[in-house]
């Protein structure tokens, strides 16, 4: 009790603070030119104040200007995908105009981007929370079946899976509704983090940009994302960033062995005036896929999705709408069983620029209804609906001297159903509403934050007993420039969760997750306080970063096995305990020469009950990656080993998995044109045709992994 005292008296303080109004300020301007290294002008490049989080495009002569620039020192950068170049600072005085000119150029070390750790779009590096941002292009280089794939190996992030086709991603241990799904922002509405064998309809060969966040992010997004968050943003998701004039998009087309792996897909953005119409479509299939102990039987996978929507962007706002359908279906691996599933969803995003106090107000509305079917011997044996609708908005407080923040509030209205064989829990009725705050001071080399949330779920099932959950969030950070291109960040951060829906009223037979749940209706909100630190440095010829955290978490909820079988499953019940996660990551990447990179990453993460001393179940062994880049020109050959440690403390019911260590190889070619980027990548994978097996897939024991093979990709982008 006393915790949420103090919690919530930082959030009145916020509050408070947040009402006061600031006074605008005479200001300076910002132009200049972007440019290829043979002095070529780049037309549609995006250039950044960073400090402001403004965003604007270069024009056809690569000429880009930001005007009503408050006095002061600032770093502007420039990129494209797979360009990138070194930030410039420039002073900027009152009625006065500074120049900033840029060069990009194809390389290693890239400004990644972020809009999700903030809800503003800033430069990683820059952020309070680790974030990890990968473009279209580096994507189009890992063709995946899914989300899991796409992210596996990146520091901090693994699978989870029964098969390719149900792959999540792992945050630092943290899994199912303690890991945030979005889509442009808005909750993807799927039932992944309800089971092992659920997966995400998104497909990364249609996204502009795939950012994880690792940590806390309960400030801005919820009690669901207290392991983290990953947002898939595509380009019709990027209505607010910029306007643009004529046609811009991309197409993509991938084949691979081993897996019959074959799709493709396009976007499309067309822009005339302030308007903006756009569409993306695609699919992908893959057959079962072979190890050298044999194929793996029911693994195959199929997606499609396609997109559409108009949007207009004026300097005094901006809206848009979107529209999307997603179907596929894939198999559950060593099964007779498949999933077969489609999501309709609709968005709004909207906003008003530049009134009274404050910068902006952002406002996005979703609505998503998704179903899917559980099919054994080509008959249904279970259908889940699942129907949500969310809404978000934020004042973004116009910068007053070293002062910026944002406030808002967001909520959503979910009707979950189940209906056959593994009707796990009745109807289920579930809303959240919340308010939050994220505030910031700029002391120049120092930054500092602090945030706090308050929120509400309350779930109504039928025929059980309603629970009503309150509970308040709260964090403070420091972001310290140690020397140039380097900086020190520090978060410590209270967040509070309520037990998620299958928590509470799930009681039957779950095959995905490979128990016969028993929920509690009686379960108390888990209360986690928490550090992450992280020290960082990006400059031309090397980028390193290295982060430590330690969870504390009071009351987590897990599945405790009972020693029972009920209905050949291992009957578990849904239980709290004290826990603590703490772990580590790295990722180091060195200019050894101007064409070769040497590329080294490591994370490794622990996870106990505290009471037992007892293991928790499939946290991720401890991992490292050792690869080189060779570069000439367009060229890049990059081979690398990936490494696991043996798995041998585990939870009751698991069994070992040994380590491994994989061979790949990926090569890529790409050619930048004033108005076009061509990607080609081929990526031989496990070269050596090991057999390994990930401690985080459900089916680990009866499924290795994928074994040797070869995936091409074309990509072309246009602007």
């Avoid at 779930?459 to 309150?470: A, I, K, S």
Wanted: hydrophobic fraction near 35%; charged fraction near 20%.
């Amino acid at each position: 009790m006393k915790i949420d005292r103090i919690l919530e008296a930082c959030l009145s303080i916020l509050v408070a603070g947040m009402a006061l109004a600031v006074s605008a300020q005479s200001g300076g301007t910002i132009r200049g030119s972007v440019r290829l290294p043979d002095e070529t002008p780049l037309h549609n490049a995006t250039v950044r104040v960073v400090q402001l989080g403004r965003v604007a495009e270069t024009n056809e002569e690569g000429a880009y200007e930001f005007t009503n620039i408050p006095p002061g020192t600032y770093n502007v950068v420039a990129a494209m995908p797979s360009l990138s170049g070194p930030a410039q600072s420039v002073s900027v005085q009152a009625g006065a105009t500074a120049t900033a000119n840029l060069t990009l150029s194809i390389s290693p070390v890239r400004q990644e981007v972020t809009v999700t750790a903030s809800g503003r779009e800033q430069l990683t590096m820059q952020a309070f929370q680790t974030v990890t941002s990968l473009d279209s292009l580096q994507l189009a280089e890992n063709p995946a079946a899914s989300l899991g794939e796409a992210l596996d190996n990146q520091p901090g992030v693994a699978k989870r899976s029964f098969g390719p086709g149900s792959s999540r991603p792992v945050i630092r241990g943290f899994d199912g509704d303690r890991v945030l799904v979005l889509q442009d922002g808005v909750a993807s509405g799927s039932l992944a983090s309800q089971s092992g064998d659920h997966g995400e309809p998104i497909n990364t060969s249609l996204l502009e940009r795939l950012e994880v966040v690792k940590g806390p992010a309960t400030l801005l997004y919820g009690s669901n994302a207290v392991g983290g968050v990953v947002n898939a943003i595509t380009p019709e998701g990027t209505i607010h960033e910029h306007p643009h004039e004529g046609l811009r998009g991309s197409v993509t087309g991938m084949a691979g062995g081993n897996n019959g792996l074959g799709g493709g897909g396009a976007t499309f953005d067309y822009g005339v005036g302030s308007w903006r119409v756009f569409a993306s479509g695609g699919g992908q299939r893959t057959g079962n896929y072979e190890t050298a102990d044999g194929e793996v039987e029911n693994s195959e996978t199929r997606l499609s999705n396609f997109a559409g929507g108009f949007g207009r962007y004026a300097e005094g706002g901006f809206m848009s709408v979107a529209g999307g359908y997603d179907e596929g279906r894939y198999g559950i691996a060593s099964e007779d069983a498949d999933i077969d599933f489609r999501r309709a969803g609709i968005r709004f995003n909207g906003g008003v620029r530049n009134f009274g106090a404050f910068d902006a107000f952002r406002a996005s509305v979703g609505y998503s209804d998704w179903s899917h079917q559980e099919i054994e011997d080509e008959a249904v044996g279970t259908t889940l609906n699942n129907k949500l609708f969310s809404y978000r908005g934020v004042f973004d407080q116009r910068r007053s001297g070293r002062y910026s923040g944002s406030f808002g509030a967001s909520g959503a209205f979910r009707n979950f159903e189940a209906i056959g064989e593994e009707a796990l829990s009745p109807p289920v009725d579930q809303n959240t509403f919340a308010l939050f705050a994220l505030e910031e001071i700029n002391l120049n080399r120092v930054r500092l934050q602090f945030g706090g949330r308050l929120e509400h779920t309350g779930y109504r099932p039928e025929n059980l007993t309603d629970r009503d959950f309150t509970g308040l969030s709260a964090g403070a950070g420091a972001h310290v420039s140690l020397w140039e291109n380097g900086a020190f960040v520090a978060n410590f951060t209270s967040s509070y969760r309520a037990p998620a829906l299958e928590e509470l009223y799930f009681n039957g037979p779950h095959p995905g997750n490979l128990a016969f749940e028993i929920g509690d209706e009686n379960l108390e909100r888990e209360r986690s306080n928490g550090i992450d630190l992280s020290l960082r440095h990006q400059a031309a010829r090397i980028r390193g970063t290295a982060n430590f955290y330690y969870y504390d978490i009071d009351d987590f909820v897990y599945l405790a096995p009972t020693g029972n079988v009920v209905d050949d499953l291992n009957e578990a019940i849904y239980t709290q305990a004290d826990a603590r996660f703490v772990g580590t990551e790295a990722l180091l990447d060195v200019g050894l020469h101007q064409n070769l990179w040497l590329n080294l990453g490591i994370d490794a993460v622990n996870a106990k009950l505290k009471e037992s001393d007892s293991w928790l179940p499939r946290i991720p062994p401890l991992r490292g990656r050792v690869g080189f880049d060779i570069r000439y020109r367009g060229l890049s050959l990059r081979p690398e080993a990936l490494m696991a440690n043996a798995r041998n403390d585990v939870f009751d019911t698991e069994t070992p998995t040994p380590g491994y260590a994989v061979f790949n190889l990926r090569g890529s070619y790409t050619i930048a044109r004033q108005h076009q980027i061509h990607l080609f990548s081929v990526d031989f994978f496990n070269i050596g045709d090991r057999v390994y097996r990930n401690h985080v897939s459900f089916i680990k024991d009866v499924a290795p992994e994928i074994g040797r093979g070869v995936n091409f990709t074309y990509t072309v982008k246009f602007f």
